[in-house]
């Protein structure tokens, strides 16, 4: 050991959402929490592309906290890159790791090779970050772990993954490293999802990493939302339009698909095609049943749900519906639009004013989707820009995200004054909103920290 400092490098997910990647330097031990891709801004995306500073092949363990885009999606490069070390998680984590890079790495050769073809893209030949090949390199590290149990993971330090909510699989991690408790919240859920139940909170904490997504904003109720579906269903449906819903693959999919069917059931809207797009929500369907222990739905919910959808698979069938004009309603990925199928409908749909566009989830700086929430009234999909006239609408009580009240009485459990506190994981203005909100209601300080 060389000394008893412990460094901390904020390599992602610090001054904006995405790219989570924090380094625990012990001295004799370096763990990565988290192995995320940035998206939106520009600026931020050329940095997936640039080697982290850091040796890659001297961090010793990743840990994630669970398994989207922006917490997994820069693993194959790591092992490119050098890494050689476990990969751990929780068993859906994993599961859900596995299905995420493999779809991202199919898109990127598919989107890679379009580019080519066209001819859109500034670099010759244009490349994906990553290819199935490197997937297929990076899953053999994957060591799944129980939930709620101390792990010796390396030498002087244990590590605990505590039920988070957010997403199937999803933690948050506690580290005791030599007799100091680092706790790195992850993506924090809901406290009344219906699908998923309560975050677990943590009763200790010498130094906290906590997200901030939505600081400083309180979300409506989920079953508030509900009538809002229903009215912007039948408003679509009655003017002839279809509703495009851009979502992520995990979890937030299969809440609309449960909210529809519910629906439907009850005659509440009309019975018209309804269409999940995405070979990865159909793996995280089969996901649901085998992880009973993580969420509400019972297993024959998860049967009639998916009955009453067609999932579509084949890129084929995706090229055959964006063209159809009957009414419909629509799930695909990717949830801010920075990828996935859901632009090869925009492509042919959104200069449709009877058509609508639904977003239910988190839209990042610099994202498609933010900036046609911003009134953007062009689109650039595939190297060429489309008009857009679509009606857009927003229902934000459907996040996975908590909000602010809710990252508050996570903390409420913890029982000792943290040492440092760092908020994470959020712009600007929700960050400081957060470190305001901390200030005000137990008195700590807690630092906003950069890249």
């Keep these: 050991m060389k000394n008893n400092k412990i460094n901390i490098h904020f390599l992602g997910a610090a001054g904006t959402v995405t790219g989570s990647k924090y380094l625990v330097d012990t001295g004799d031990r370096k763990i990565l929490i988290d192995c995320g891709l940035f998206q939106g801004l520009k600026e931020l995306r050329l940095k997936n592309w640039e080697y982290p500073p850091v040796?890659?092949?001297?961090?010793?363990?990743?840990?994630?906290?669970?398994?989207?885009?922006?917490?997994?999606?820069?693993?194959?490069?790591?092992?490119?890159?050098?890494?050689?070390?476990?990969?751990?998680?929780?068993?859906?984590?994993?599961?859900?790791?596995?299905?995420i890079l493999n779809d991202s790495a199919k898109i990127q050769e598919q989107e890679a090779e379009r580019a080519n073809k066209e001819g859109y893209s500034k670099h010759s030949p244009a490349e994906p970050l990553y290819d199935l090949k490197d997937v297929e390199k990076t899953i053999p590290y994957f060591k799944g772990v129980p939930p709620s149990q101390w792990l010796p993971i390396l030498k002087d330090v244990k590590a605990r993954f505590q039920y988070n909510g957010h997403i199937l699989g999803a933690t948050h991690i506690e580290l005791d490293i030599r007799g100091k408790r680092f706790v790195f919240s992850g993506d924090i859920g809901r406290t009344n999802d219906l699908l998923l139940f309560p975050p677990l909170k943590p009763k200790k904490a010498d130094v906290l990493f906590i997200e901030s997504t939505y600081g400083g904003?309180?979300?409506?109720?989920?079953?508030?939302?509900?009538?809002?579906?229903?009215?912007?269903?039948?408003?679509?449906?009655?003017?002839?339009?279809?509703?495009?819903?851009?979502?992520?693959?995990?979890?937030?999919?299969q809440l609309m698909m449960l909210i529809f069917w519910r629906l439907l059931k009850e005659n509440k809207i009309p019975k018209v095609k309804m269409i999940m797009d995405s070979p990865m929500g159909a793996n995280v369907l089969e996901l649901f049943h085998r992880t009973r222990d993580w969420h509400r739905l019972e297993d024959n919910e998860c049967d009639e749900m998916c009955f009453h959808f067609t999932v579509v698979s084949s890129y084929r069938e995706t090229m055959e519906l964006r063209t159809d004009n009957k009414p419909k309603i629509v799930i695909a990925g990717s949830g801010m639009l920075t990828g996935g199928r859901m632009l090869n409908y925009l492509e042919?749909?959104?200069?449709?004013?009877?058509?609508?566009?639904?977003?239910?989830?988190?839209?990042?700086?610099?994202?498609?989707?933010?900036?046609?929430?911003?009134?953007?009234k062009e689109l650039k999909v595939y190297g060429k820009w489309v008009p857009f006239k679509?009606?857009?609408?927003?229902?934000?009580?459907?996040?996975?995200?908590?909000?602010?009240?809710?990252?508050?009485?996570?903390?409420?459990?913890?029982?000792?004054?943290?040492?440092?506190?760092?908020?994470?994981?959020?712009?600007?203005?929700?960050?400081?909103?957060?470190?305001?909100?901390?200030?005000?209601?137990?008195?700590?300080?807690?630092?906003?920290?950069?890249?």
Excluded at 64 to 93: A, C, E, S, W
Excluded at 404 to 411: P, S, Y
Aim: proline share 5%.
């Design 390 to 451: 679509m009606q857009v609408a927003e229902i934000e009580g459907l996040s996975a995200h908590a909000d602010h009240a809710e990252l508050m009485d996570w903390i409420d459990n913890i029982k000792n004054k943290p040492e440092r506190i760092f908020i994470v994981h959020g712009e600007k203005e929700s960050a400081e909103a957060l470190q305001k909100g901390i200030k005000q209601t137990y008195g700590w300080d807690a630092e906003i920290p950069q890249l």
């Design 217 to 253: 904003r309180f979300h409506p109720d989920e079953v508030e939302a509900i009538p809002q579906i229903e009215k912007l269903v039948n408003d679509t449906i009655n003017r002839g339009g279809s509703l495009f819903i851009p979502s992520f693959s995990v979890e937030r999919a």
């Design 55 to 99: 040796n890659v092949a001297d961090i010793d363990a990743v840990l994630l906290t669970h398994g989207h885009m922006d917490h997994t999606g820069y693993l194959p490069r790591l092992v490119k890159q050098g890494f050689k070390g476990p990969i751990y998680g929780t068993n859906p984590t994993l599961d859900i790791a596995k299905i």
């Design 348 to 376: 042919t749909q959104a200069q449709n004013p009877n058509n609508t566009l639904l977003f239910v989830g988190y839209q990042a700086e610099g994202t498609r989707g933010r900036k046609l929430l911003e009134g953007e």
